[in-house]
């Protein structure tokens, strides 16, 4: 079992940066992928970033890419989104995920793990 806690949203100007933490309960051998989703109310959860085990290789949703880093470090058990250049569409709860195949996938059903989330806000 993998506990996550997102921590890290809040409020924001439009143009201006966040950065998530997601802090998981174990790493289980550095062999999780990990991924941030997000969600507006009525809506589909939505694919923002992700990242395999080893951290070497990364992926983003069309919308965020040369916005948004997601990072890890797998000595701290820790994975960070670094949202720069905010825009109000940004706006949503954010949530970490984890799989335990490794790969980092776009697939939401892929992912066994989920955060609580953590709400991010940005004004125009």
């Known amino acids: 079992q993998v506990h996550l806690v997102e921590s890290g949203g809040g409020l924001v100007q439009a143009g201006g940066s966040l950065r998530l933490s997601c802090a998981a309960s174990?790493?289980?051998?550095?062999?999780?992928?990990m991924g941030w989703f997000r969600q507006d109310p009525g809506k589909e959860r939505e694919f923002v970033a992700a990242?395999?085990?080893?951290?070497?290789?990364?992926t983003y949703a069309d919308s965020v890419k040369g916005r948004f880093t997601i990072s890890r470090d797998n000595g701290k058990n820790t994975m960070w989104l670094q949202m720069n250049s905010l825009k109000a569409e940004d706006t949503s709860v954010y949530y970490c995920?984890?799989?335990?195949?490794?790969?980092?996938?776009?697939?939401?059903?892929?992912?066994?793990?989920w955060g609580q989330g953590t709400q991010v806000t940005v004004s125009s």
């Open positions: 995920a984890a799989e335990l195949y490794g790969s980092g996938t776009r697939r939401l059903e892929s992912y066994d793990y």
């Open positions: 174990t790493w289980t051998s550095n062999s999780l992928g």
């Open positions: 990242v395999d085990w080893s951290g070497r290789s990364t």
